[in-house]
Structure formats: C-alpha cells, structure tokens
C-alpha cells in the first residue's frame, strides 16, 4: 500500500512539474525609455595606430560623435576630443606616427573640414576654406601624403589635392572642369579613376592619365559603374558593373593590353571591394538581400579565408593594420548594436573591445527581424523587414507602422536601429519596406520608380499595410506610415494622396515640394544634378507641371490624418521652408499636427539629446493618435 502511495505521490510531482511552464518574453520582458534606448553606444571606423596597440574610432558615447582610442589589448576607451556642438567623425592615424585626421562639419551643414590632431594635442584645419567640402579619398603608396577632393575652386566641382604629411601642404592634382566623380588613385599616382553619372543607375567610368592627359572610358555599354581598387601593382584596375546584368559584379581592366575579365559575381550586388595594404588579401562586400555578406581572399591561393564566428551575430564591417596581421571588425544584427573585435590572423585569437548594449537592457528584449514578401497591386514582388513585437499575438493584436527609407534609390537594411527597436518594445509592429526603386534588388527594379514617384512606389507601401492587417497579431484598424528624407516624402504622399490608407503619418525632415528642392540641391551634388533630374525631372522643363501633381505642399487640403513633422534646421538638402510649410498648410484643416525643430541638425539626428527629444515625441504622438482605442465613441464634450 505505501508503495502504491509513493508512486502516487510520485506521479503528483511530475505532473505539477509538466503543468508548471516557462514565462514567455512577454511575460518577462521590460518596456524601456528612450533615454535607456539611446544610451546604445555606437561606436564607427578603427583605424589601428603604427604599432597597432590601439584603434581610432568614433562615439557618440558624450552624447554627439566623438573622437577615441582603445587598446587593441582590450581595456577602457580614451577620449581624444570633447566636442560638445559639432560632430567629431575619426578618419585614421597617420601611417608612420600618432597624428590623427578627422573631419567636422558645422552642425549637419555637410560642409566638412579635415583636421589633423598633432601627437601634443593640439588641432589645425587643414582646408580652412570657408564655405568648401573637403572629403579624404586615400593615403600615397609611399604613405607620405594623402588624396582628397575639395571644392574650394569652384562649389560645383570636387577637384582632387594631394598633401604632404611633413609640411602639410597641399597641391593640385587634378581640376576637375567637367563636373566628374573622383575615384581611386592608382598606386604610382598615374592614373585617377573618374565617372560620369548617366542617370541615378548608369554611369560612365573613365581612367584619366595625370601625365599624359588621356582619358580612356572603360565601360563598353550604358551601365552602372563604379571604380573599386587598382591591384598592389598597379597593372589592373577593378570596378563594378551591371553590364549584361541585373546585379552588379566585379571586372578586371588591365592596362597593358585593355584586356578584360570578370574577376566575382554573385546572385546579388557586389557593393565594393579592395586590396589589403601589402596585397595580400583581397576584402569584398555583399548586399545579400539587405545586409552585408563579406568574403576575404588570399591572393596568392584564390581561396576566402575563414572569418572568425560570433554566436548569434554576423560581421558587418573588416579592416586590416598596414602588415596585414591584425583586422578589426564590427558584428551585429538587426536585434543587437555592432560591437568591435580585433583578430588577430596568425594566432586565429579574437577579442572583443566594446559592450555597446546598454546594461539597462535585457539582449532577449529586442526584436530580430525577418525578411518578408509581399506581393504589390501589379504583382511586383517588393521585399520588406518586418520587426514584431514580443507582446504581439492573435489575442493580443497591435499598431502597426509602415516604415519607408530614404533615398529615393536607398534600402532598409538588416541593421540594428534603436529607434525601431523602441518602437517595437513598446508594442509597435515595424513594416520597412523596399518599394520599386529601391536598391539591392536588381536595376530593373531600381528603375521602376523613374519619373512616377508618389504613384507606384506608394501603392507599394499601401500594400504593405494590407499584408500587414492580414497578419493575426496586428489591429488592421491602426496602421501608420513613417519615414526619413524620402520616405518623409512618402508619408506626406500617404497623406495626401490615400488619406484614408494611414491613421497617422510621422514625417522626418521630407520633400514636400520637389520643384524648391530640386532647384536648390546643394552646389556639391551638381555632377549629379543631371541624373536626377532624369529619375525625378527637370524643374526647368515640362516636367513642372507632374512635379508640382506630386508635391504634397500644394494638396495639403486632402490630408485628415494626424501628423507629426520633424525637422533640422541646417539641413542642406530638405530645407526647414520644406516642413515650415507643410505643417502650416495641414493646420489649416484643423488636423493635428505637431512640429518638433533642431537648430543644431542637419539632414537627420545625431545627437543623443536631439534624438530622445525626437523619437519620445514620436511615440507620445503614436500613443495618442494610433494606439487609442478607435472603438469608443469620442463624446460631444472632448471634441
């Protein structure tokens, strides 16, 4: 009997045992701040010193982007300066001392500066010209000097200098009359690549001699160009190129004989691809539906190496120190910030420099993307990222957003985004889509939005709120749309143009009338003023009349959804008239509109201050607007 009993009672146990279960993520989950959000450190670059014991990064760690070291040894990052007002971007050591360059702007202006820091701290702008853009492009072969373009000749024209790492003096390399795009130097400074954009896809790429002046184009057919890396010595030259093809692969050009061959091609673009210092490996990049794929081969085999494994992330970013026995590299993902690694390639030991997630939050609590497609209005396939909410489920639908990216060529990628994550945590089902003309996905769909922005790329993104209110764990009756630049351009169309698709539209820093902002790109951007005119339209031109169809600011009186307008007043590309005046025209409507503007940003937030400001303004406008609850009745008092 007592047996019996203990088998009984033993049976009991396990069964309250199996009833017992696991707290799901929701169930334990937290909900965080924007504040918490934002103190994700993001740490770029790392450029290793000469004797490689430390890296040069930047981080926004003060709260805007400043300058650091960190050893390679592991250890604590020292802060190299204390900016508190314009962005400090590192651009690398210098090849045989401890000087440091990097470049400013002024505020988001996008009119940099480059700076040497001298190994006793102090700083000098070395191309002090007011009013011009200087962009650093390469260090000599003898590591004496360095290539960079300004426009201080003429604010249309980046002209290519070269300057000397003793005296710091520059000369001119190359006058670029012609409106070209500067490329790679080849290592015994003979030749510069140069191209010529044909529209927003195309381009036609070009070998100049420095000493003979002969300009040899390289492509054979109207396509899409780009100038990669000249070999170690210098007898090739390697490019991209679409020709004959839907994604873009890499060709060799050699010189001696004008021979041709193509050297990778894989089933997506080859974004870029370079040679180690000493050539002796060759470091490839891979758009693989939406995130970065990297190959490293050895030259002398042919064959990729091994890169180091990181549990559950994936390497986003390599580079190498000058004797090509140490890279550093940056591994991440759409659920977790990129943290930086050094490795060292003899020992095949790795050790990670960074802990960039803020202690404040649980990894387990931020959302992994998955890569979705739906089919559009026409049976277009359009690709999308799709982040849902852990607290998403049939019982427990949610809001829901339609993110659009910039561009209008640009690409949602698989890259961690507080912002999105914030959104996510609290409760907010993220849609990014890729809408026809968007990069990554072959040129014809690239060019399947030339001259009909706002009409079929839009449908698109309504298509993508329907697949959403499909989904069981979204509330189809509260679907917003969201986006940067461009895609502050598409949720103003939204609003405008399907007033009753979206419940509410977020508006950062978008195009509300194309004929102002095509007529007033910034001077830099005129070797490419063409091309665009040629996907958007001329201005100047008929096309006015389509322009001024498509721009929300003259339709304001069809927009009845709430709306929220972010805006930067340095911003060279959208102007702030842009948001000033679509705010005032919706207003006029009396639908809600808020306005949140910085002084001190430019073309999109990065500092920590702004960007809490900004993305906590954001979701108290959601929570008001998108997440009440629709089905009760608003009573005659609170109207």
């Known amino acids: 009997m007592k047996k019996i009993l203990a088998i009984a009672l033993v049976t009991s146990i396990w069964a309250c045992k199996e009833e017992k279960k696991e707290p799901t993520?929701?169930?334990?989950?937290?909900?965080?701040?924007?504040?918490?959000?934002?103190?994700?450190?993001?740490?770029?670059?790392?450029?290793?010193?000469?004797?490689?014991?430390?890296?040069?990064?930047?981080?926004?760690?003060?709260?805007?982007?400043?300058?650091?070291?960190?050893?390679?040894?592991?250890?604590?990052?020292?802060?190299?300066?204390?900016?508190?007002?314009?962005?400090v971007f590192s651009i690398s050591y210098f090849p045989k001392d401890?000087?440091?360059?990097?470049?400013?702007?002024?505020?988001?202006?996008?009119?940099?500066?480059?700076?040497?820091?001298?190994?006793?701290?102090?700083?000098?702008?070395?191309?002090?010209?007011?009013?011009?853009?200087?962009?650093?492009?390469?260090?000599?072969?003898?590591?004496?000097?360095?290539?960079?373009?300004?426009?201080?000749?003429?604010?249309?024209f980046m002209d290519l200098y070269k300057m000397d790492l003793e005296s710091l003096t520059s000369e001119l390399v190359y006058q670029n009359d012609d409106g070209y795009d500067v490329g790679v130097v080849s290592p015994d400074e003979k030749y510069v690549a140069l191209s010529k954009s044909i529209n927003t896809n195309d381009s036609?790429?070009?070998?100049h001699n420095l000493e003979s002046k002969e300009l040899i184009k390289i492509n054979k057919n109207q396509s899409g160009n780009s100038s990669q890396d000249f070999s170690p010595d210098g007898s090739a030259f390697y490019y991209t190129t679409d020709d004959g093809s839907e994604f873009s692969y890499l060709m060799k050009y050699t010189l001696a004989d004008a021979s041709y061959k193509k050297t990778l091609e894989r089933d997506w673009d080859i974004l870029g691809s370079y040679f180690t210092d000493n050539g002796t490996y060759q470091v490839t990049y891979i758009n693989e539906d939406a995130k970065n794929t990297i190959e490293v081969m050895e030259v002398a085999t042919g064959e990729n190496i091994d890169l180091p494994t990181i549990e559950n992330m994936e390497i986003t970013n390599v580079s190498?120190?000058?004797?090509?026995?140490?890279?550093?590299?940056?591994?991440?993902?759409?659920?977790?910030?990129?943290?930086?690694?050094?490795y060292n390639l003899e020992t095949k030991e790795q050790k990670k420099l960074t802990d960039v997630l803020n202690p404040e939050i649980q990894g387990q609590d931020l959302v992994k993307a998955e890569v979705i497609r739906y089919k559009s209005f026409d049976g277009v396939e359009i690709p999308a990222i799709y982040y849902t909410p852990h607290q998403a489920t049939k019982e427990n639908p949610v809001p829901a957003l339609v993110w659009v990216h910039g561009g209008p060529g640009g690409q949602s990628r698989q890259n961690f985004s507080s912002f999105i994550q914030y959104l996510?945590?609290?409760?907010?089902?993220?849609?990014?889509?890729?809408?026809?003309?968007?990069?990554?996905?072959?040129?014809?769909?690239?060019?399947?939005?030339?001259l009909n922005h706002g009409d079929k790329d839009l449908k698109d993104c309504v298509e993508g709120k329907n697949w959403l209110a499909q989904q069981p764990e979204i509330d189809g009756e509260k679907i917003g749309i969201i986006g940067g630049s461009y895609g502050g351009y598409m949720t103003m169309a939204a609003l405008t143009y399907t007033p009753e698709e979206f419940d509410v539209g977020v508006n950062l820093f978008g195009?509300?009338?194309?004929?102002?902002?095509?007529?007033?790109?910034?001077?830099?951007?005129?070797?490419?003023?063409?091309a665009l005119y040629k996907e958007l339209g001329d201005p100047y031109s008929a096309d006015s009349v389509r322009l001024k169809e498509i721009s929300p600011l003259f339709h304001t009186d069809k927009v009845t959804k709430p709306l929220i307008v972010l805006q930067g007043s340095q911003d060279p590309r959208v102007l702030q008239a842009e948001s000033d005046e679509i705010v005032a025209g919706v207003r006029k409507n009396g639908v809600p509109v808020e306005y949140v503007l910085f002084e001190d940003e430019g073309h999109g937030f990065v500092k920590k201050e702004n960007q809490i400001t900004a993305y906590s303004k954001i979701l108290e406008f959601l929570d008001e607007y998108l997440k009440e609850d629709k089905s009760t009745p608003i009573k005659e008092e609170d109207k």
């Open 320 to 342: 190498f120190s000058d004797d090509e026995s140490m890279m550093r590299f940056y591994a991440g993902g759409s659920h977790t910030p990129s943290n930086l690694f050094v």
């Open 511 to 530: 195009v509300t009338n194309w004929m102002r902002t095509l007529k007033s790109i910034p001077p830099w951007w005129e070797s490419f003023k063409d």
């Open 25 to 87: 993520i929701a169930e334990t989950m937290k909900t965080y701040t924007i504040g918490q959000m934002m103190d994700n450190e993001s740490v770029a670059g790392g450029s290793f010193s000469p004797d490689k014991s430390k890296l040069l990064v930047s981080s926004n760690r003060s709260g805007i982007y400043n300058m650091y070291t960190i050893p390679t040894a592991g250890g604590e990052m020292t802060p190299i300066t204390q900016s508190d007002s314009s962005s």
């Open 424 to 450: 996510v945590n609290h409760g907010y089902a993220v849609l990014a889509v890729n809408n026809r003309g968007s990069s990554g996905y072959g040129k014809t769909f690239y060019q399947m939005d030339d």
């Open 204 to 207: 036609d790429l070009f070998l």
């Open 98 to 156: 401890e000087r440091m360059l990097f470049r400013m702007d002024n505020n988001g202006d996008e009119i940099y500066h480059i700076f040497v820091r001298d190994t006793d701290g102090s700083h000098k702008d070395l191309t002090p010209e007011e009013g011009a853009r200087s962009l650093f492009y390469q260090w000599s072969e003898d590591k004496s000097a360095f290539f960079y373009g300004s426009n201080k000749r003429d604010k249309r």
